[in-house]
């Protein structure tokens, strides 16, 4: 399924294209406001799913499913909750299996 900002989906308030979604955000000022150094990790792994061939919406969520998990292990670290080995361990683990670096 290709996704534009014609598809529908069921809102809160029922059926709603993405540009309306978009535009009532827009409407209540709930403009996005991350961090432009949060932002470009994304953006480039995003990009890395794109050009493997994935869909945008695919690539959009690995790129927040990678970003979360490598977030986590940073946390766990820097907590003591786990070993620089298994953060080690664990980032090289995401690599191999969003990146598909051996």
Not at 1 to 13: A, P, Q
Not at 30 to 53: Q, Y
Request: net charge neutral; aromatic share 6%; hydrophobic share 45%.
């Amino acid at each position: 399924m290709k996704i534009t900002l014609d598809t529908k989906f069921v809102g809160s308030s029922g059926m709603v294209t993405l540009r309306d979604a978009v535009a009532q955000l827009k409407a209540q000022d709930l403009a996005c406001t991350v961090a432009r150094d949060k932002i470009e990790p994304k953006a480039r792994m995003f990009a890395e799913c794109v050009e493997r061939g994935f869909t945008p919406l695919r690539s959009e969520i690995m790129a927040a499913c990678y970003l979360a998990e490598r977030d986590a292990a940073a946390e766990s670290f820097d907590r003591g909750l786990i070993t620089e080995g298994e953060l080690e361990q664990t980032r090289l683990a995401l690599a191999r299996r969003f990146l598909g670096a051996a």
